[in-house]
């Protein structure tokens, strides 16, 4: 029993407590005047800021509050504007709101006071306002000096399409004053005995150099103007300039307005303004309208941090206006960060384990915001680090090692990577492998003495997302012996009575000579006497060399070294005896891709041919070249960059006999392109009598010549009036002058007699060569006089 009064008692204590906190909390308390309201002005936006206090609250106590403010201009009794704003109070909390004004708060003074009433669920009903606070005048006017006439807003951006008010203050308070714009009158509203406001409405775009506005006093010469810039929507933007201008010195605007005066826009001529000064305000290049952000992203490379990147177009920033900003905020933990950059921003990743990330960008600037949002799964936009260690080990030659590293994402998670190999700029393999830290891959198939690039880049296993940044190495093969025999030609020919081998051959290509040749190694066996060896080493780059050998049989050898060892050998025998054979000779027809050179085989046991012939005219030093051939060939094309048209060109086929010796099949001469003869023989006359007399050119040399010599014209002036010989046709010269042609189509007939001619007569002969393009150029004729037939 007395436990229960016990209980009845402390029971009966803790209700009595509850429900006089509940008095002291939740009963209608007294009226909350706000307190310490102070008003400032922000002539660059435009607003008024307001901040106050409540410090009637309890300790810790927190309210819902609506406190509803009031607006006045030029007097207390002429409320513009009346709004209620609710938000949560706590004791000595400094609570902030801001109103902006259409009408620009220079040109008039305006009176803000408040008063609040409690607005929570707690507290019973109804609730009542409190005491209005005191009034506090802002007045932008104070500070704008003695001048007699402003204009309104200064430094004033807007949109095109926006609607702006323009105002005037006048300290001269007289009612004479006109506005224009763009030298046409406007008219608005006056506000008071000083102040006049002019809306104007869907503003758009004039000119780079902005909207003109300017008042003046029709008596006095007081004039003030602003200039209103529009930032354009499309994509050229436009210069912005703020100006104001006072009396002063002369200035563009004043020469404006004196142009507009002349034109007859204005009463007074303009002798009777006086000078303007220009107060430079701000000039921003080319403000861009705000646009949304493009290409928003976010990828982590691992897994601690995001980066977020995006395309933030025109720089907006105004040289009073600074560029636009950048908030990233995530709505799933509710946090946010002001970016340092404009194209990119930072983000650290939660540690309780957040996959999801929703993100919101707001880019902000003076006029306007954008905001574009992004969803993900954040191991799905893993991209990771370059890997880092690239190297090449056991570098052999036709295999290498490449060993690289790879940062770790989280909990060793495991990497893609991939491996690429290159050569001369080309991805010649590629090799997809797994690796948590390190990687190792053996490359093989590669080509000796030989530079490689290897490059990895690796990707996120889990989830694809990206690849991440290449990391290349370079690399040489080492050296290998070289792989195929030297091409070897000879050409002999006799010195002093001794035959002597010219030695030919060509350099490896690349890819068979393995490294760098160092040397040659020419060895020369005597086939008739086995003892007699001749050993030459001949170092590289040489490409010849001279042999004096006697009458017997040669077998050459030719190997190529480098540091690793030599070259299989190519074998030649050589007679002692040139054996100039006696051939078929023909002709062979040049095209632009070169000669085609057919031959018949003489033999069933060739192992191949070797057409052979020189590069250059006939008259300068023979560079020989050649070509070997399969042994199942009987044609090929001759192709060379040092052919040119009019060179005859003499070509040699050789069969290679099963013993390795060559024997001359056929010769062929042609040209790439015949051309005309380029000179004359030299004639000789002879045997001249009363009736004839003979022409010979047997030093005439046919081969020299840049096309195929297929006859001769030979020409004849006859006297005026007399008839051409029997062998001759009348024909014209280019000059027009009229005589006789005879033509040969024997090009090794180099003599001809003049017959059929009159006896004491003067006749002009010339010869000229004639090739399937045309004949030679045309020289002077020679004269001659038949003698007396009875001389």
Known sequence: ?????????????????????????????????????????????????????????????????????????????????????????????????????????????????????????????????????SWEEADAQNSLGHDPLFVFPKDKLVEEGSNVTICYVSRIHQDNISCYLEGVQIYGEQLDRSVSAFELKNVSFIRKRGTNVFCKVDQGGALGGIVLFVSRTKSIREKVQVMTWTTGKMSCFALAMLEWLQAGRGRRGAAGWMALERQPRWWPEDPEVLEEPKDFSCETQDLKTLTCTWDPGSDTGLSKQPSQSYTLFESFSGKKTLCKRRNWCNWQVAQDSQEMYNFTLVAENYL????????????????????????????????????????????????????????????????????????????????????????????????????????????????????????????????????????????????????????????????????????????????????????????????????????????????????????????????????????????????????????????????????????????????????????????????????????????KAGYLEELAPSDNPQVVMSNLTSHSFTLSWKDYSTESQPGFIQGYHVYLKPKAGEQCPPAFEKTVLPEDSVCCKHTTDNPEQKTFVVENLQPESVYEFFVTPYTSVGEGPLDAFTKITTPDEYC
């Open 368 to 667: 306007r915001k954008r905001s574009v949002s992004i969803l993900f799964n954040l191991t799905q936009r893993v991209h990771p680090m370059t890997p880092y260690n690239l190297f090449p080990k056991n570098v052999g030659a036709t295999n290498a090692t490449m060993t690289w590293k790879v940062h770790s994402i989280g909990n060793n998670s495991t990497l893609l990577c991939q491996l690429e190999l290159l050569a001369e700029g080309k991805v010649i393999q590629q090799h997809n492998l797994s690796i948590k830290v390190n990687g190792e891959y053996l490359l093989s198939e590669l080509e000796p003495d030989t530079e490689y690039v290897a490059r990895v880049r690796c990707a996120y296993t889990n989830h694809f997302w990206k690849w991440s940044e290449l990391i290349s190495q370079k690399f040489n093969t080492a050296e290998a012996a070289p792989s195929e025999a030297p091409d070897v030609w000879r050409n002999m020919k006799m010195v002093s009575g001794h035959p002597t081998v010219s030695l030919f051959w060509k350099p490896l290509s690349k890819v068979h000579a393995n490294g760098k040749i160092l040397f040659y190694k020419v060895i020369v066996e005597n086939l008739d006497k086995p003892s007699r060896l001749e050993v030459l080493s001949i170092p590289a780059p040489a490409s010849s060399t001279e042999l004096t050998l006697d009458q017997c049989s040669y077998q050459i050898h030719v190997t190529a070294h480098n540091s690793v060892g030599p070259s299989p050998a190519s074998v030649t025998v050589v007679s002692g005896d040139p054996g100039n054979e006696e051939v078929e000779s023909g002709r062979v027809n040049g095209t632009e891709d070169g000669f085609s050179v057919s031959w018949k085989p003489q033999s069933g046991d060739a192992t191949g041919y070797v057409v052979e012939w020189c590069d250059g005219p006939q008259d300068l030093p023979c560079v020989l070249q050649w070509k070997n051939l399969g042994p199942n060939t009987t044609s090929t094309v001759i192709s060379s960059g040092a052919f040119r048209p009019g060179v005859r060109y003499n070509f040699r086929i050789y069969e290679i006999s099963a013993k390795r010796m060559a024997h001359l099949l056929e010769k």
């Open 1 to 133: 029993m007395a436990l229960f009064a016990i209980f009845q008692t402390t029971f009966l204590l803790a209700l009595l407590s509850l429900r006089t906190y509940e008095s002291e909390v939740l009963s209608e308390p007294l009226p909350l005047t706000p307190e310490s309201l102070k008003v400032s002005v922000s002539s660059t936006r435009q607003c008024l800021h307001l901040q106050w206090t409540v410090h009637s609250l309890a300790y810790h106590q927190e309210l819902k509050m609506v406190f509803q403010i009031q607006i006045s201009r030029f007097k207390t009794s002429n409320v513009i504007w009346v709004e209620n704003y609710r938000t949560t109070v706590k004791r000595n909390r400094v609570l902030h709101w801001s109103w902006g004004s259409e009408l620009p708060l220079e040109c008039a003074a305006h009176f803000i006071r408040m008063r609040s009433m409690v607005d929570d669920a707690r507290i019973p009903k109804p609730g009542f306002w409190s005491n209005w606070s």
